[in-house]
């Protein structure tokens, strides 16, 4: 299982090939998050309430790319309402 951690708030960032996400951070979602934005310019990784906060990188001010994992209704974290099994990347997600 691959892990990141938020570059603000150290919270861990399952990076999950399960596509219904992985298990012990959809129990966990306090410590966990399932979604990442990753600055385009830099790569520094900031999980999804860090992304709500700023839409741009704290480092150098780039573009982020978001990652969210569809996940199946029911699942206990930011349901979407949708499985899929691959990561969906939307670029400019939060753009202004």
């Not at 298990?23 to 999804?48: E, F």
């Not at 780039?62 to 939307?90: C, H, M, Y």
């Amino acid at each position: 299982m691959a892990v990141y951690s938020c570059s603000v708030c150290a919270r861990y960032i399952s990076v999950s090939v399960n596509p219904l996400g992985n298990p012990v951070a959809l129990k966990d979602p306090a410590k966990w998050s399932l979604d990442r934005g990753t600055c385009a310019h830099c790569n520094i990784v900031y999980c999804d309430r860090c992304i709500a906060e700023s839409k741009q990188c704290r480092k150098c001010g780039g573009n982020l790319e978001i990652f969210v994992l569809p996940r199946a209704k029911g699942s206990g974290a930011n349901d979407t309402g949708t499985t899929q099994s691959v990561w969906t990347s939307f670029k400019n997600l939060f753009k202004k």
